[in-house]
């Protein structure tokens, strides 16, 4: 052996001895910090909505470049099954990485499983999140792969942590009847409780629709600020914190491989669409439901297919606008 492998080899090996112990230090750190961060967020978060856990659900077993979750947003206080208060299907693209979210409006009348015609969010209640998979399978002929109910109360506590100086919104007008607070008109950031209240209201002209469209707008801003800097080295916490008021069967891989296209800026913009879309219901009203969204059902079916199946350049004027 040459003096100079020799040399070469005496200084791999002390590049180990000094470079090797260091990095296992710094793992061993890091991950202490996130086990910290994380119990300190589960004991700031309270205690939740205290779900069973066992939940059926029973999706198909997805392709990961294809995904459908049934997000749902829950104000329950202490029933097995409220009304769910907000229904969407947020779907990603693994080859295209595209995001996109299809929110159904509540008084969608619809049929439901063994329960006949009804208000959809009516399917939560009588049967949970699989009587509602298979309600919009029925309906709209859309396979849903995994679930995730939301409490509202985590809702405020994730705003907080992922956005500590607030989300900024423009108030059309003055809101306050049945929030608890009152919502000034103007430019202004907001945080969790008052974020919550913005993307809730709905007693004024637009009812639900200006709701569900507040609520596409607040979740395309609460993602660019998910993917900061800050916001990841706070995850461990937000994790912790959300964790009482999460109820979800999505699995560890699948949340990993799309947060990190998401933190890779791989994912481009949310794309939205509103169910039903315009010009394709009537105001009606039923003993059975009250109030509800009476649609044409073909028409409404068509239009979440198309734009589940689209790709970004294929995308056509949201049917919404």
């Known amino acids: 052996m040459t003096n100079e492998r020799r040399t070469r080899r ?18 061993l750190i890091i991950g202490g910090c996130s086990v910290f961060q994380f ?6 978060a309270g205690d939740g909505f205290k779900s069973d856990g066992n939940l059926t659900f029973n999706g198909k077993v997805p392709n990961i470049d294809n995904i459908n979750v049934l997000l749902l947003g829950s104000d329950s206080r202490g029933e097995k099954h409220a009304r769910t208060d907000s229904i969407m299907i947020a779907h990603y693209n693994g080859k295209t990485n595209t995001p996109k979210v299809v929110s159904i409006m509540r008084d969608t009348y619809v049929d439901i499983p063994g329960h006949g015609k009804n208000k959809i969010n009516a399917a939560y209640a009588f049967g949970g999140p699989e009587l509602l998979r298979q309600t919009i399978k029925e309906n709209f002929d859309i396979d849903i792969q995994y679930y995730a109910i939301v409490d509202f109360k985590g809702f405020e506590k994730m705003v907080d942590i992922v956005a500590p100086d607030g989300i900024e919104v423009d108030i059309p007008y003055k809101m306050s009847h049945g929030l608890g607070l009152t919502l000034y008109p103007g430019k202004q950031k907001l945080h969790g409780k008052e974020l919550l209240g913005y993307v809730r209201f709905r007693h004024d002209r637009e009812s639900d629709f200006g709701r569900v469209r507040r609520q596409q707008e607040v979740i395309g801003k609460l993602k660019d600020e998910a993917i900061s800097v800050s916001s990841i080295v706070k995850l461990p916490k937000l994790l912790g914190t959300m964790d009482p008021y999460l109820d979800s069967n999505v699995p560890n891989m699948t949340l990993l491989s799309i947060g990190t296209d998401f933190i890779t800026k791989q994912a481009g913009k949310i794309e939205s669409l509103r169910i039903p879309v315009n010009g394709s219901y009537e105001d009606a009203r039923y003993e059975n439901a009250g109030s509800v969204l009476k649609i044409d059902l073909d028409k409404n079916k068509e239009a979440m297919q198309d734009f589940l199946s689209q790709k970004p350049s294929d995308q056509k004027t949201n049917k919404n606008e």
């Open 10 to 27: 005496k200084k791999k090996k002390r590049f180990r001895r000094i470079v090797l112990p260091i990095l296992l230090l710094l793992i």
């Open 39 to 44: 119990y300190q967020g589960k004991s700031q």
